[in-house]
């Protein structure tokens, strides 16, 4: 029987490779072991830093409590008379935020943007006004054109053919008449931009123009039947006449103008403003105006009318 010691190597034995994996399973234990030992130190150590946290928020919390109890017994005394003033409580006062100049003047603008606002819209207003008293020639008759038709607003014709049935009502040895367009378009936006809102609300407010051309467009702004007169009882016989306007269409008003037909659509009207107070006059110097300009409306409206 042959002896399994001859497969070894020379000089060593099964002894010796037994003895060198029981050394190298012990090196594996011990350092498993102090890893091991490592971990619960480490988790010891968060545990303790764990109680230290929740020992001081406790102490926070105990101190906020007993703080708190104590103002109140505190004010319970102040409220009763017990004591006049308190130690413990303190009226805290917010400290006052120093501003730099440019910030001022922001503050202010800010918390008075709505009265700026409107100081602005009539400052603008006024010196529109202003501007035209001095700029506008001396025209013995105003009639203002408040729809958005540039053949109707800018025709020099208009004027000339108003001229027909005007007067020299001021006296300077010549007839003349203006009409003043103002473009109101259906956008809102684009009448702010444009301040065609401005120049509309200040002709309005003044009794320079009784006259006026107007669409259906503008009757929200003008609002018609409470601020023109029913012409219905001044012409109640003409087919024309629809309450506060005299409609151009169907008419020989572009034919008068020489100016396309199509240009006058269905909503355009003749009207004459109801003498009232208003913003820059009162209802006195309107009806002044008012009861010159009827003649030329008549004699105008009898002129479209006639066959």
């Known amino acids: 029987m042959a002896n399994n010691n001859n497969d070894l190597p020379e000089n060593r034995t099964a002894g010796d490779d037994d003895e060198k994996l029981d050394i190298t399973k012990s090196v594996f234990q011990v350092s498993r072991e102090m890893q091991a030992q490592k971990q ?28 708190i109890r104590e103002e109140r017994i505190e004010l319970m005394r102040l409220k009763q008379g017990l004591i006049e003033e308190s130690e413990t409580i303190h009226e805290e006062h917010e400290e006052e935020r120093k501003l730099t100049a440019w910030q001022k ?25 202003i501007y035209n ?11 203002l054109v408040l729809c958005d038709n ?30 003043y ?15 065609v809102d401005t120049k509309l609300t200040t002709e309005l407010q003044s009794a320079d123009a009784v006259i006026v051309l107007g669409g259906d467009n503008i009757n929200e702004m003008l609002a018609p039947d409470q601020t023109l007169v029913d012409l219905s009882e001044y012409f109640p016989d003409d087919p024309h006449i629809k309450g506060y306007g005299y409609y151009l269409k169907d008419t020989d008003f572009a034919e008068k103008l020489g100016i396309d037909p199509e240009l006058v659509t269905d909503d355009l009207y003749l009207g004459l403003r109801k003498p009232r107070d208003l913003l820059y006059s009162s209802k006195e110097e309107l009806q002044k105006t ?7 409306f008549e004699k105008l409206i009898n002129d479209l009318s006639a066959e």
């Not at 008012?290 to 030329?296: P, Y």
């Open 40 to 67: 619960a130190e480490l988790a010891e150590k968060q545990r303790e830093i764990e109680r230290q946290y929740q020992e001081r928020e406790k102490q926070k919390r105990e101190a906020y409590e007993k703080k």
């Open 105 to 129: 003047i922001g503050n202010f603008f800010y918390h008075n943007k709505w009265w700026l606002g409107i100081g602005t819209f009539l400052t603008v207003m006024i010196v529109f006004l």
């Open 133 to 143: 008293l001095l700029s506008r020639p001396d025209p013995d008759m105003i009639v």
């Open 150 to 179: 540039d053949s109707i607003g800018n025709s020099s014709q208009f004027e000339t053919y108003l001229e027909t049935f005007a007067d020299d009502f001021n006296e300077n040895d010549e007839v003349m008449v203006s009409t």
């Open 181 to 195: 367009y103002i473009p109101y378009k259906d956008n809102a936006y684009v009448n702010y931009q444009s301040g």
């Open 290 to 296: 008012f009861d010159r300009d009827i003649v030329v």
